[in-house]
Each structure stands twice: as C-alpha cells, then as structure tokens.
C-alpha cells in the first residue's frame, strides 16, 4: 500500500481509538455519579419514610393515653392524614424530585402539628397538676377531675419520646451564594472565590437550649461533595461535609451563615445545599447555576 495512504489511514485509526476511550471513559465516570447521587436520594427518601411511621405510630400511642374525645377524634384525623402521606411516599419513584420536595414540606408540616399536639397535651397535665393540688378541699366535687388528672400522670414518661420527635429542629430559608474575590455575587461559578450558605433554624419551644454541631454538605452538579476536611455520622455511615458551625440555640429562630473556599474548578449547573444536626437531615434545598 502506497504510504502516502497508509500514514494518514494510521493516524485515523489511532484517533478513533482514543475518541472510543474517552467516550468509555466518561460514561464510566457519569455512571459512578449518577449511583451517588441516586444512593444519597434513596437515603434521603427512606428517612422521610422511616419520620412518617414514627409520627403514624406516635398518634396512636397518644391516644391510648388520654380521655378527652375531641382531641382522640383529633389525632385520629391527623394520623390518617400521616398514614396517607406515607402512602403517597412509598409509591414515588427517587427520580421524581418535585413530589419528592412537595412531600417534604408536609413532612415538616406534620412535625409541627404533632409538636402542638404534644404542647397541648403538656399543658393539660399542668393544668391538672393544679388542680390536684386544691382536690383535698373539692374531692367530693371533684372524682371525675382527678381520675383525669390521675391518667393524665401515667403518661408523662411517654410524653419525654414524643418531645424529642417534636424538638428535632427544622432548617428554613436556606440560601447558597458563590462570591467573587471582592466579596461581591459572581454570575458564574468559574468566577466564585468562596461560597456562602445561610439558613434559619426555626423557633423550637420543645427543644433543648445549648450548643449543637450543625453540618452543611454542598453537592455540584455530578454529585460529589465539595470537601470541608471531615465527616460526620448520617443513617449508619459517614458523609462528608462541607462546612460546619457549632451554634448556641436558645429555641428561638436562629440565623447561620458558613463559608467555603474555593479550592477546585467549579462548573455551572445545579448545586444541592443539605443541612444536618442532631443526626438528621433539617432541611435542603437545590439551586441552578447558569
């Protein structure tokens, strides 16, 4: 064959060889991502569903604890609504992440209604621990106010579990800002020098006060966590964060801010913000960077 041929022909060759490479190559390295990303939803997704049975099986709890009929009739309504939701969840595919988001918020919704559940009755028992205290001069009035109270007593050991489900502390208005190296808002994320997140953790009456380790996992676009230097325990495994901050909460709505450096090459597209205390996930939320 002339060589003025079989040269170029090589060359050719050689070429197509490498596309072939590359092209395996890089579908290899999505397909890891793509199993990251889809593990880290599963775990998401099954949590959610492991909080829907627990507040499901603690309205029923409750109501073998108490005697007033309204509030049983109540709860009945609120634990079918919960059962639902369940429901709903468990038939939802991990991919569809917009009924996966609206599931969420009634998540929070339900822990809210649950928590005033537990403030009320709470309330109740005081009440009645009063009006234990004046039975001694109104006994003869008063038998049926005292086997309430009485019943009512028997419970305040169950009650120390659901307040710890109703304390689990909630993440709200969560925001991610990339930031140029003057500190003002970078349009793309190739210009981003640090990357600020903020959120609110929302007023908690029930929750204890004092110092909590609150971790900030930012995931880019092919699913990898930006590396803050360390893990924490998450769902029987570690995670990596990203940031973390110890704050001291009081129970009323508190403001963080966390910064992270910039020390890799940053690609436009959608970045996921998670934040996590106490063991559990309290919020997340996704942004598009174009």
Same mark, same amino acid.
């Given at each position: ?81 919960? !059962?639902?939701?369940?429901?709903? /969840?468990?038939?939802?595919?991990? %991919?569809?992440? $917009?009924? @996966?988001?609206? =599931?969420?918020? &009634? ?24 009006? !234990?205290?004046?039975?001694?001069? /109104?006994?003869?009035?008063?038998? %049926?106010?005292? $086997?309430? @109270?009485?019943? =009512?007593?028997? &419970? ?135």
């Amino acid at each position: 064959m002339n060589k003025k041929i079989l040269i170029p022909l090589l060359l050719l060759v050689l070429v197509l060889v490498g596309v072939i490479a590359l092209l395996g190559y890089r579908h290899y390295q999505q397909t890891e991502e793509f199993q990251a990303m889809q593990e880290l939803a599963e775990l998401d997704k099954q949590e959610m569903e492991n909080e829907y049975e627990r507040f499901a099986l603690q309205y029923s709890e409750m109501k073998t604890k108490i005697n007033n009929d309204s509030i049983i009739a109540q709860l009945t309504q609120e634990q079918l609504r919960t !059962q639902e939701l369940l429901a709903e /969840l468990k038939r939802v595919k991990i %991919e569809d992440a $917009r009924e @996966i988001a609206r =599931l969420k918020k &009634e998540l929070a919704q339900v822990r809210v209604v649950l928590r005033d559940y537990v403030m009320q009755i709470d309330s109740l028992n005081r009440l009645n621990e009063n009006l !234990q205290a004046e039975n001694t001069s /109104l006994r003869g009035e008063n038998d %049926e106010a005292r $086997r309430t @109270i009485e019943g =009512l007593s028997s &419970e305040r050991e169950s009650l120390s579990e659901r307040v710890a489900i109703a304390a689990q502390l909630d993440a709200t208005a969560i925001s991610m800002t990339p930031l140029k190296k003057n500190n003002k808002q970078a349009k793309k994320m190739k210009d981003c020098k640090t990357i600020a997140v903020t959120f609110n953790i929302s007023r908690n009456v029930t929750a204890s006060n004092g110092q909590r380790t609150v971790y900030v996992r930012i995931t880019t676009p092919v699913g990898q966590a930006l590396n803050g230097g360390g893990t924490f325990p998450y769902e029987n495994r570690n995670l990596e964060y990203s940031m973390k901050k110890v704050i001291e909460y009081t129970g009323e709505e508190t403001s963080v801010t966390t910064y992270w450096n910039v020390n890799e090459f940053l690609s436009d597209g959608k970045y996921t913000v998670s934040i996590f205390a106490d063991g559990h996930m309290i919020g997340s939320r996704s942004f598009e960077f174009n």
